[in-house]
């Protein structure tokens, strides 16, 4: 078991915290978080297709020869 994994079962048994509540979460900030995620992966994606797309245009074209 890692440090962190202690640490967190610590601060919920310090709290007592039920293993599986999500009283700490409302839905406001369950779609902020999917949103901001969603907006992150279109980002990422943006940028791949961009550079896909990059060194697809600078493939030489072949010339055949005289």
């Known amino acids: 078991m890692s440090d962190v994994d202690l640490i967190w079962q610590y601060l919920r048994a310090r709290f007592r915290v039920p293993p599986n509540s999500e009283d700490g979460m409302t839905t406001t900030e369950v779609a902020v ?3 901001l995620l969603v907006g992150a992966a279109i980002l990422v994606l943006g940028i791949i297709v961009a550079a896909a797309k990059g060194n697809a245009d600078n493939i030489p ?3 055949q020869p005289s």
Do not use: C, M
């Open 61 to 63: 074209n072949p010339q």
């Open 33 to 35: 978080i999917t949103f």
